[in-house]
């Protein structure tokens, strides 16, 4: 029995024996012999030696992952996104110091052998019997190439990478047999290339291109000798000649692929020699990898734009057949983010709400008639730091969002208003608006029951001064709650939901509103997206378009560019002019002289609507200019902060409403994303003013008090209590209650919206 040698490993012997093994099976696979199932010097187990002529002849070079560029609408980078850092370059653009040192060091006969080479596989054996262990190896550059395209084939999978590099006889076979395809079907030229852009050269660099810009910050063309030897030096082992963590251990590696070099006559001795007296000369670019680098505050938009991709049949049938495409990379992706108005968010939002705030807030903008998301950010920044959050708080939950929106408040009156209008209510429709009433019982709902209130809630206005009657333009201005709740129960909640579809609202969960009065009064979590791209429909004159966030893709695929197709907006009539002409009339008013006059525009036609909820937990201003929409949330994204007696970006609130913090925010962001834009005008209809001269006081909207979801200061949609709403001094009592059985229908998310749990 032979000797093994005290460190418990192979005799010289065995080391001998074991690399002559190799040799004689290269000779065999060399000569086309098909190997029997068990090896004769037992290198392998019975049955894991597949016959030489049995393995496909079917290799393809695989497809590179390589970085995917997000741009904006102007070609400004935003992001790259890669699940491996490469670029992939023709020969022509490597530095030939680089070409010469991986040959040098790696497979010095590299133009002299064919796939397999035994003299070098001879050299191995006698250096690793002398040395009494495997100090040298004998792949050639084509073998190590089709090892890598196993790899690069596996992805991320753990265990097909295992198998890929697993060290048994039968995988060396079929690595063999391909190396020799590869050489007839590639040439050393191509096959230098391919390995020199495939390679991994650690610090997550994948491929020549991607390490010289890591460790030397310029590209792989312009790499001198000593550059070059060092990135040559680490493929060996990128985690034992790593440069950034072991500058001894890598100048050390460089040092001796220079004195190959010199050994092979690539260079001469005394280039070797000065060559070897220098310094690393790193010049590192740290890992820039995912929306988490995003510029311009852009990480949101980023992440959403990954989202988009990863969901959209558009890019394959299946999500698995998206996330391939994804991971494969290469993509340059052009979105529909505007710089300008992208700065103008930030800008504002940085202005008006401090990132360590108890309270965040997020803005999206929108192009009416196009779709287009031409801007999205929130006050913190995203990541996974102290003050900073992964949630994109302007979209729904499953683009990446909070759980389920955000209650919306009075902003989803005009959608009440343009469904009266639409069903022939005029633009003077009045109503009896007292100051406290029951919700009006029954109304009809889409279905063949009707709601009916049960519990003889009631529902009152946010200040004692707001008794009815009320026109529509003065309880839109006003946002006088009982004055919707009455228009919901003259025309009946089908009319209302039917209008909603048409404007794509839904819960931020995706789900469909709820079939109750109380929806008048924005109680259920929506996203700011979802709101801005609504009131979009207003400014184009009823038509409602989808939101987009790309424009175009392109891909890099082995040397060939192609084009990607890309979702499209689908736009729609949602309203007939006329309706949207009277809502733009009715919000402009709010702007001129209702709730909404500290975020009004001077140089521009603009419109909109403020909206705050029970609580004072959230608060809104979306508006809009005939060509650009946009809605801004500010709150608390748990829900668990009431925004009285409150510091927010610098200064203090008694009480936040709609018009005094997130309508500032939306002044200042629009004016800056149309600075240099046309000014349009509206196609405004003379609503005239009723024929009486009445006092009523002037507050803020009342605005979905429910606290879990509910409706005004008392409703709920979950069976919870509330307590009665004090603003301006004045307290509206609602007594405690419980909703009976079937008192809310049509609703199955009770608890999804007032405090429902948003992230």
Not at 191 to 219: D, H, M
């Amino acid at each position: 029995m032979p000797k093994k040698r005290s460190g418990g490993g192979l005799s010289t012997t065995q080391q001998a024996a074991k690399f002559l093994g190799v040799s004689v099976l290269a000779g065999a696979v060399m000569a086309g012999i098909a190997l029997p199932a068990a090896g004769a010097l037992g290198l392998a187990a019975k049955g894991s030696v597949q016959g030489f002529d049995d393995i496909p002849d079917n290799l393809k070079s695989p497809s590179l992952s390589q970085r995917t560029t997000i741009l904006d609408s102007k070609g400004g980078q935003i992001a790259t996104v890669y699940s491996r850092d490469r670029t992939v370059l023709d020969l022509k653009n490597i530095s030939p110091y680089m070409q010469k040192a991986i040959v040098a060091i790696e497979d010095s006969r590299f133009y002299e052998h064919g796939a397999i080479d035994l003299k070098g596989i001879l050299r191995a054996v006698n250096q690793n019997a002398q040395n009494g262990g495997v100090a040298q190896g004998a792949s050639t550059l084509t073998q190590q190439l089709v090892k890598n395209y196993f790899v690069e084939e596996a992805g991320d999978d753990p265990t097909k990478v295992a198998q890929a590099t697993q060290q048994t006889i039968g995988r060396k076979i079929r690595e063999l047999k391909y190396a020799i395809q590869l050489e007839e079907k590639l040439g050393k030229k191509k096959i230098l290339e391919n390995y020199l852009n495939i390679t991994f050269f650690g610090e997550q660099a994948y491929g020549v291109e991607a390490a010289s810009q890591r460790y030397f910050s310029k590209p792989a063309k312009k790499l001198n000798l000593q550059e070059s030897a060092l990135l040559a030096g680490i493929v060996q082992s990128p985690s034992r000649y790593d440069p950034v963590n072991d500058e001894e251990e890598a100048l050390k590696r460089r040092n001796t692929v220079l004195q190959r070099m010199a050994e092979v006559h690539d260079i001469s001795q005394e280039q070797a020699d000065a060559a070897k007296a220098t310094k690393l000369g790193l010049h590192v670019s740290r890992p820039k990898n995912g929306c988490i680098t995003a510029v311009k505050g852009a990480g949101f938009f980023c992440k959403y734009v990954e989202k988009v991709f990863l969901s959209d049949p558009v890019f394959g049938k299946t999500r698995e057949d998206r996330a391939k495409v994804w991971n494969q990379g290469g993509l340059t992706i052009r979105t529909t983010l505007d710089p300008q108005s992208q700065a103008s968010i930030q800008a504002s939002l940085k202005d008006h709400v401090y990132k360590s705030d108890k309270v965040a807030a997020a803005a999206t903008l929108v192009e009416p008639g196009t779709g287009k998301i031409l801007g999205m950010g929130q006050s913190k920044a995203f990541g996974t730091g102290t003050n900073e959050t992964e949630y994109n708080y302007s979209v729904n939950y499953d683009m990446g969002g909070s759980n389920f929106g955000f209650p919306t408040g009075s902003t989803f009156k005009p959608f009440v208003a343009a469904a009266a209008l639409e069903q022939g209510r005029p633009s003077t429709q009045e109503y009896s608006s007292p100051n406290s009433m029951p919700y009006p019982s029954p109304v009809q709902t889409c279905g063949s029951k009707p709601w009916t209130n049960q519990g003889n809630e009631k529902v009152p206005n946010e200040s004692e001064s707001e008794q009815g009657p009320y026109q529509l333009k003065e309880a839109m201005a006003k946002s006088v709650n009982t004055y919707f709740v009455q228009m919901i129960s003259d025309i009946g909640l089908c009319p209302v939901m039917n209008q909603i579809d048409k404007l794509g609202v839904v819960q931020g969960n995706g789900d469909k509103l709820p079939q109750v009065p109380s929806i008048a009064l924005g109680a259920k979590g929506i996203s700011p997206l979802t709101m801005a791209t609504a009131y979009a429909a207003f400014a184009s004159r009823g038509m409602y378009c989808t939101p987009v966030a790309i424009e175009s893709i392109s891909q890099q695929i082995g040397g060939r560019e192609k084009s990607l197709d890309v979702p499209k907006s689908t736009c729609s009539r949602a309203m007939s002019e006329t309706t949207a002409d009277t809502v733009n009339s009715l919000l402009s008013g709010v702007i001129d002289s209702g709730t909404g006059q500290q975020a009004g525009l001077t140089d521009r036609a603009n419109a909109g609507k403020t909206g705050t909820t029970d609580e004072r937990k959230n608060a809104w201003f979306v508006g809009y200019t005939p060509n650009l929409s946009g809605a801004v949330w500010v709150g608390s994204a748990t829900q668990q902060v009431q925004m009285r007696n409150i510091k927010i970006g610098g200064v203090w609130h008694d009480k936040v409403y709609g018009g005094q913090v997130p309508g500032p925010i939306w002044r200042d962001l629009m004016t800056g994303a149309l600075t240099g834009k046309d000014a349009p005008s509206f196609n405004l209809i003379n609503i005239p003013d009723p024929d009486r001269n009445k006092d009523k006081g002037q507050d803020d909207d009342n605005r979905g008090r429910g606290r879990h979801g509910g409706n005004g200061n008392g409703n709920t949609t979950d069976g919870s209590t509330i307590s009665g709403q004090s603003d301006g001094g004045v307290v509206f009592p609602t007594p405690s209650f419980s909703f009976p059985d079937g008192f809310i229908q049509g609703n199955t998310n009770s608890g999804n919206g007032g405090d429902g749990g948003q992230r």
